[in-house]
C-alpha cells in the first residue's frame, strides 16, 4: 500500500515537472511565431520602417536570434530575387539593431556590389534604349519630311494629318509627253546687216523617259519646226530646226535634273533668195536639263545646250541653244492628261563680224501619260 502512495507521488512529481517545461515551450513558440509574421508583413509591404520597428520591439526577447535570423533569411531571398534595393534598406535595419551581426555586415557590403552592378546594367540599358528611341524619332522625322514631299496631306476634323496619295507616285515606269505647237512665232536679227524678221510657223517635242529601279532615268528629247511663213521683212527664206538629245537622270542624287548629249540641226532654206542669215549648221550638242519641276500646278521643263558643230564653221565662234517650257493642265483622264503650254526657245550664233539669233514662242497644246 504505501509503494502505491510513493508511486502516486511520484507521478504526479514527473507531470508537474513536465508541465513547467511544456508551458515556456508553447509561450517560445508563440512570441517567435507572431514576430515572423509581421516580418512577412513589412517585407511584403517593402518597408524597412515596419521591420525596424519589430526588431526594436524584439531585442528584448530572449528569442531575438531566432526573429533576427528570420529577417536575414527574407533578406537573402530578396538577393536572389535580384531585389537588391530593399535589401540594401532591410539588412541596414538589422545591423542598426545589433551591430555585432558580422554577417549582416558582410551581406550589405555584398549588396552595396550586386546594387552598384545593376544600377551600372540599368543606367547603360537606359542610355541605349534613349539612344534607339533618338534614332527611331530621326528616322519617323525624315520619313516625315520625304512624304510630306512625296505625297499630298489632309487633315482630319481633329488635326491629325492624313496622306492621301503621292506627290510623284510612279503608277508606270514610263513617261512620254508629245507636244503639237499650234503657233510658233520666231522672231529674227542679224546684226552685222541690221536685219529683223518676224515669222510664224509650227513646232513639235516628244519626251519620252524611262525610270530603271528609281535610281537611274534614261530617255530621249526630240523637237522639230518649221517657219514658214514671214509676217514683215520677206528675204524668202524658211527656217527651222530638227533636234534630238538622248538623256540621263541619276534619280539618287536628283531625278529632275538631266544631262544629255545629241544632234542638232539649224536649216536655212534659201533656194532662189539672197539671205543675210547663216546656212544650214548641223553639230552635235552636249547640255542639260531640268524636267517635272512643279510650281502649283504648272510643270516647268527648260534646257541648256552647246553646239560643238561650230568649231567646223570659220564664221562662227560659238552656238548654243536654250529653252523653256511651262505646261498647265487642261484635262486629265484615267491614263493621260491634257494640258496647254507655253514656250520659249533660242538659238544663237555668234559670228565672227556679230551676231545672229533665232528666238520663238511657241503656243502647244500637249499631252502625256498618267505616271506622276
Given amino acids: 500500500m504505501r509503494k502505491q502512495i510513493i508511486n502516486k507521488k511520484l507521478l ?21 511565431s507572431e514576430a515572423y509574421q509581421k516580418i512577412d508583413a513589412a517585407f511584403t509591404d517593402r518597408s524597412d520602417s515596419e521591420l525596424n520597428t519589430i526588431l526594436k520591439g524584439e531585442r528584448k526577447n530572449e528569442n531575438y536570434d531566432f526573429i533576427e535570423a528570420y529577417a536575414m533569411k527574407k533578406i537573402r531571398r530578396l538577393i536572389i530575387a535580384s531585389e ?38 540599368e543606367k547603360q540599358q537606359q542610355d541605349l534604349k534613349l539612344a534607339e528611341q533618338e534614332r527611331l524619332k530621326r528616322e519617323r522625322e525624315a520619313q516625315r519630311s520625304k ?9 482630319t476634323a481633329s488635326g491629325d494629318s492624313v496622306y492621301i496619295t503621292g506627290r510623284d507616285e510612279k503608277y508606270s515606269e514610263v513617261y512620254w509627253n508629245a507636244r503639237f505647237g499650234l503657233a510658233d512665232l520666231m522672231f ?3 546684226t552685222p546687216d541690221d536685219y529683223s524678221s518676224l515669222r510664224y510657223g509650227l513646232a513639235a517635242a516628244f519626251t519620252w523617259e524611262y525610270t530603271l529601279q528609281r535610281k537611274f532615268v534614261f530617255g530621249v ?10 509676217l514683215y521683212n520677206d528675204d524668202k527664206s524658211m527656217t527651222g530646226s530638227v533636234k534630238i538629245a538622248p538623256k540621263i537622270s541619276f534619280a539618287g542624287f536628283n531625278k529632275n535634273i538631266f544631262l544629255r548629249a545629241g544632234f542638232a ?37 527648260g534646257f541648256y545646250d552647246y553646239y560643238i558643230g ?16 511651262a505646261a498647265l493642265p487642261i484635262a486629265e483622264m484615267e491614263k493621260i492628261k491634257l494640258n496647254f503650254n507655253t514656250g520659249i526657245n533660242d538659238n544663237l550664233y555668234i559670228k565672227s563680224n556679230g551676231i545672229e539669233n533665232r528666238v520663238g514662242i511657241t503656243f502647244a497644246i500637249g499631252v502625256e501619260n498618267v505616271s506622276n
Fill in 84 to 121: 537588391f534595393k530593399f535589401a540594401e534598406q532591410a539588412v541596414l535595419v538589422v545591423i542598426d539593431n545589433n551591430l555585432e551581426n558580422t554577417a549582416a555586415v558582410e551581406m550589405y557590403t555584398a549588396i552595396e556590389d550586386s546594387l552598384k552592378k545593376q544600377e551600372s546594367y
Fill in 310 to 325: 561650230h568649231f567646223f564653221y570659220e564664221d562662227v565662234n560659238s552656238a548654243m541653244g536654250a529653252g523653256l517650257n
Fill in 188 to 190: 529674227i536679227s542679224e
Fill in 221 to 230: 528629247d526630240a523637237d522639230a519646226e518649221a517657219i514658214i511663213l514671214a
Fill in 12 to 32: 504526479v512529481l514527473l507531470f508537474i515537472c513536465i508541465g513547467i517545461r511544456i508551458i515556456p515551450a508553447f509561450a517560445v513558440d508563440s512570441s517567435v
Fill in 265 to 301: 540641226g539649224i536649216i536655212t532654206a534659201a533656194a532662189g533668195s539672197e539671205t543675210v542669215l547663216h546656212e544650214n549648221f548641223l553639230t552635235p550638242l552636249v547640255g542639260i536639263e531640268f524636267n517635272h519641276v512643279k510650281i502649283g500646278n504648272i510643270n516647268l521643263s
Fill in 147 to 155: 512624304a510630306n514631299k512625296e505625297f499630298q496631306v489632309a487633315e
